[in-house]
């Protein structure tokens, strides 16, 4: 058992970090409904962008933004 | 563009959305507490030769290939999706779980079958490598402005340039002041990247696997995400991973750097095999 470390934030999940792994990373094998892996690929860097974006300001101490326009 | 997910309205049809794959022994019954990727079907086991799939059935007006197509591009819908399939995969943690990534889905059971089939020395290998780990990310974050206070209380170019700023009149001064902050960012960033490669030096040193992952785009704010890094710790060696961190925050929160940990994941980073 560890004491509570000080500057140590576990943050909750962000939106970020799940999609960096859900989209991007895990055990890809090929299904029979598929969704080119280029789609998936294009879908989740713009998503990355602007999740990236959000999550910084939210760091910085300032609201999200409105969702961002449908893709 | 229509605001709902796209549907047609022909016969409903299913097919088989796989988040992930668990030792066999367990039974056909998925922890309670979460509901799926469609909420119409509760997620579930299907074991084949040593192991079980963690399978769930989806509408194919849903998730056919065309729907699916279109679905993904709409943020709502995808984070709903992808929240759900994290929150399958997270009840199954103790059991040692492979995810598997977004959206593999088979037109029938005897196809998941197949699969388990087709894959079973690769999956039997993954649940091996990460039986008793689980994975952990941190992100070491910067704040320009704490960085750049550090380096002007202990950088002699930085204070000798800081002086003649003050010292010279307009034209010089200006020349001088750009390189102030040419020399103030040039230090932080030396600071930063020499603490993200002991960071993660030390971090490795607590995990059985370690890999760094890309930066966010850089963007003008004033916090940076300097270190992404991902660790598969085996459980015992957990406490021991969270003093490693807790010294890396002591030692460098001065200089205005923290590290934010999440986790535990399933090891979604220590199961590709394609660049890991």
């Given amino acids: 058992v560890t004491t509570e470390p000080a500057l140590t934030t576990e943050q909750r999940v962000t939106l970020v970090e799940l999609v960096d792994r859900v989209l991007d990373k895990g055990v890809v094998i090929s299904g029979d409904v598929t969704l080119a892996v280029a789609d998936v690929d294009l879908v989740y860097l713009g998503l990355r962008a602007v999740l990236a974006s959000v999550a910084s300001a939210e760091r910085a101490g300032l609201t999200a933004p409105s969702p961002p326009p449908e893709a | ?276």
């Avoid at chain 2, 598997?100 to 998941?112: A, K, L, Q, W």
């Avoid at chain 2, 070491?140 to 960085?147: E, R």
């Fill in chain 2, 1 to 276: 563009m229509a605001d709902a997910p796209r549907a047609s309205s022909s016969r409903p049809e299913h097919a088989y959305y796989v988040y992930g794959v668990v030792p066999a022994g367990r039974g056909p019954a998925a922890p309670e507490g979460a509901s799926g990727v469609d909420p119409c079907f509760p997620p579930r086991i299907l074991e084949h030769g040593g192991i079980g799939a963690v399978v769930s059935e989806v509408s194919l007006d849903e998730f056919g290939e065309d729907a699916l197509h279109d679905n993904v591009t709409r943020l709502p819908w995808l984070e709903a999706k992808v929240r759900a399939h994290e929150a399958v995969l997270e009840l199954l943690l103790p059991d040692g779980v492979v995810p598997m990534r977004f959206s593999t889905i088979y037109r029938s059971e005897e196809h998941v079958t197949d699969m388990l089939e087709r894959e079973r020395g690769v999956l039997l290998r993954a649940l091996e490598h990460v039986r008793g780990k689980r994975e952990w990310g941190v992100r070491g974050v910067s704040s320009a402005d704490a960085l750049a206070a550090s380096v002007e209380e202990s950088d002699e170019q930085v204070q000798a340039l800081r002086a003649e700023v003050e010292r010279e009149r307009a034209g010089r001064a200006y020349l001088a002041r750009k390189r102030l902050e040419q020399r103030i960012r040039e230090e932080s960033d030396r600071i930063a990247a020499a603490c993200a490669r002991e960071s993660h030096e030390v971090l490795r040193a607590a995990a059985v696997e370690a890999r760094t992952n890309a930066l966010p785009p850089e963007d003008a704010g004033e916090q940076r995400v300097f270190l992404n890094g991902v660790y598969l710790v085996r459980e015992s060696d957990e406490a021991a991973f969270r003093e490693v961190l807790a010294g890396l925050s002591s030692r460098y929160g001065a200089l205005g750097i923290s590290f934010e940990l999440t986790g535990p994941w399933p090891a979604y980073n220590f199961v590709g095999g394609d660049d890991a």
